[in-house]
Each structure stands twice: as C-alpha cells, then as structure tokens.
C-alpha cells in the first residue's frame, strides 16, 4: 500500500504544493526528495516515487515553480515554452534559487514520515541541477543523486559537499556537452566530496528516463531504456549501502 498526501508550506512567498508518498505505517523512514525537470512535478518524478516506498523508502515529491505550475503540459507549445521560461528564469539566481531546495529539504527532515537524519535527494534534467546546487551549498543530506542534470559550473558561492554525489549522464546530451562533465568531476574534487562518481552513457542524449521524452520534439531529447535501468539500479545500490 502507498499512502499519498499532498503538503504545502511557503517559502519567500510562493506556496509548494508536494506529494508525500510513504508506506502508510506511521514510521519514520530513510527518505528521498525528488526535485522535478523543468516541467515540474508530474508522472515520471510520482512513479519513481512509488518504486521508492516499495523499496522501503519515504519520499517526497517536490513542488519547485509553487502550485498554480503543477501539470504543465509541456507537450503544447505554450506549457513547454511557460515551462522554459521560468527555469531559465530560475537559473539567473541559482545562489538565491537554491534557498528554496534547502526549505524543501528542511520541510521534508521535519516531516513524519521521515528519518531526518537519512535522506537522500534526487533531480531529473533541472531537478539535476537544482540537486547539485543543494550539495554545493554546504546542506546536509547523505545522497545526491542526478539524472540526466543540467551540469552548468555554479553562478554562486559553493560549500564543502557533504553527500556522496552520483551522476548519470547520457554522453551525447545536448544540454551538457561533454566538457561539462569534466568540469564537473574536477570540482567535485576541488570541493573536497567525500564520495562521487560520474555514468556516462554512450550514444544517449537527454532525459533518458522519461519514456515521453520524444514528445517535446527536441535533437536529442529521447528515452533510453538501458540507462534509465541502469542508472535506477546504481542508485538504489547506493542508497541502499548509505542509508539502509
């Protein structure tokens, strides 16, 4: 049985509405946040979701835009285009932009279904990013975990990264070209992470996990069933091994 109860706080002014998954038992649990891609929370982020509580995990399911932006629709032009718009918007100020994933994050230590003391975070596409940054902000969490993240080199002041990071990347991304990875791998070094590790996948592109990634009509944009399997498995592994 998956209990699913939808939960709201505001932050600066913006009311986030997300969606709390769990076992139904009333215990506390390792946890996972789930930071959304750039259309905001939806089918692909609840679905991971569920195969997380069946593993034994709670998980929240976050609301990154504030809830007049849940169920964007960015299979038209205008949901894909309103959707664009304000995650470029969002990157403009990731220093600034980051403070609300560490309210998420806190919302979610506090919450009841949660052991606030294990909990991981995970992001697709800009929910990658938007996971890196957290873990460049000195939070404290024990697992970052990106799929197929933006992996654009931090606009702000980066802290000494606390979780151990995991990066699934698909070689051929559009939206972070190979010299990204390298950039990334030495500054998590720089850093000083205390655990990372970076998958690249040959001769896949972006948002490899979402089986409607072709509907956004974008060069190479496509799902990929043996690195969305892979990947999950990887993370699992190490969530498995930190938290459990």
């Known amino acids: 049985m998956i209990n699913r109860t939808e939960t709201s706080h505001t932050h600066d002014g913006t009311e986030l509405l997300h969606l709390v998954m769990d076992d139904g ?15 905001n929370r ?19 399911v976050a609301d990154i835009y504030g809830r007049d932006m849940i169920g964007i629709d960015v299979g038209e032009d205008e949901g894909k285009q309103k959707a664009f718009s304000t995650m470029e918007e969002k990157m403009e100020d990731r220093g600034g932009y980051v403070k609300q994933q560490a309210a998420i994050l806190e919302f979610a230590k506090a919450h009841d279904a949660f052991d606030g003391d294990k909990i991981a975070v995970m992001g697709f596409c800009f929910g990658g990013l938007c996971t890196l940054d957290l873990a460049r902000s000195g939070a404290d969490f024990q697992v970052a975990g990106s799929f197929h993240g933006l992996l654009k080199i931090p606009n702000f002041t980066t802290q000494k990264i606390k979780p151990k990071v995991a990066v699934f990347h698909g070689w051929d991304d559009p939206m972070a070209p190979p010299a990204d990875v390298v950039a990334l791998g030495q500054e998590l070094t720089e850093q000083g992470a205390c655990d990372w590790q970076i998958h690249a996948y040959g001769g896949v592109g972006h948002a490899f996990t979402n089986p409607n990634a072709s509907k956004l009509g974008i060069d190479g944009v496509a799902h990929n069933a043996n690195a969305a399997s892979r990947s999950w498995d990887s993370f699992c592994d190490l969530l498995a091994e930190t938290m459990r």
């Open 25 to 39: 038992s009333g215990q506390a649990r390792p946890g996972v946040v789930i930071l959304p891609s750039f259309a």
């Open 42 to 60: 939806g089918e692909v982020e609840e679905e991971h979701g569920e195969r997380l509580v069946e593993l034994g995990y709670s998980v929240l």
